[in-house]
């Protein structure tokens, strides 16, 4: 029994902390994402609220907040406002499993790669909840994208991801971090060619499943409006919005600890939870760039590049790991 109240404990904290951590991410990256966008399109960005607008995002959550909620005439009610808060809550749970220091993990359990997997799988369900209850031309559309993007470009990521299970023979994030303990060419990334071709598959899967330009077809303002957000407002907008940043910060951290060590520095004596933000963070602003810097690519591309590449490519990664593990 106490052993029993004791972990439930750890697991209530681990969750505040986790809508903490989400919360100051939100923050944080809404304003580096727009000051990113301003210097790379030669202009300053935010500026005016607070030492060069650092209280913008602040005020723009509080500006959300107290935006009227409204439901679309003849949408599904229940499944409009279910769409939202099931793109938000399963964020909250993908931070447990993933060990941010030789400490900082919320939940140590041994599948937590498969439950990871599992549920990111959620906003994929949301989106096309959130586009077909709308009852909007340009949601049903942004939907239908989602739905072939996310079914498309899970594959890949599953095929890499089971790549680095073959070769440590786990599903746990925290065995595998502590695979790569050492120097530097202990990470995965640098053990032969074919993890480095794993983790470039991942990082290119990684923009489809999380809706990242140039990969937001579901969400492509130039055709579909707004797409499957369109008709949302206030924090129905600002749920959808939050939920974006903490997939992304959930991808670069498993990322991380797939390909980069983890918490692990690039010499022993040196591991800590700041190698861990540092690599995060890192994979976070080449995901910023991108968005700022690529043209978004039309849907047949969309596609194209993952059935036609990226697929190949991760299979015959996969194979040939499971050779090398094999021989």
Known sequence: MNAFLTN??????????????LGINALVWVYCERKFAGHIQRRPGPFEVGPHGVLQ??????KLMGKQLLTPDNADAALYWLAPILSMLPVLLLFLPIPYGPVLTGMDVNLGLLLILAFSSFNGLAVILAGWASNNKWGVLGAARAVSQTVA??????????????????????????????????????????????????????????????????EAESELTAGFHTE???????????AEYGYMVVMCSVCSVLFLGGYHGPIPGVDGWWWMLIK????????????????RVRFDQLLNINWKWLLPLATFNLLAIALIVKL
Do not use: C, H, K
């Open 8 to 21: 439930l404990i750890v697991l209530i904290i681990a969750a505040v902390a986790a809508m903490v951590w």
């Open 280 to 295: 995060t963070y890192a994979l976070l602003s080449l995901m910023v760039w991108a968005r700022w810097t690529f043209p």
């Open 232 to 242: 949302y407002s206030s924090m129905g907008f600002g749920l959808f919005f939050m």
């Open 153 to 218: 470009y899970e594959i890949p990521l599953l095929l890499t991801v089971l790549a680095i299970s073959f070769m440590t023979g786990t599903l746990s994030l925290t065995e595998i971090t502590a695979m790569q303990d050492g120097y530097i060419w202990n990470w995965f990334i640098f053990r032969n060619p074919f993890t480095f071709l794993a983790f470039f598959v991942f990082i290119i899967a990684m923009f489809g499943e999380t809706n990242r330009a140039p990969f937001d077809l579901a």
């Open 57 to 62: 995002p602040l005020i723009d959550g509080l």
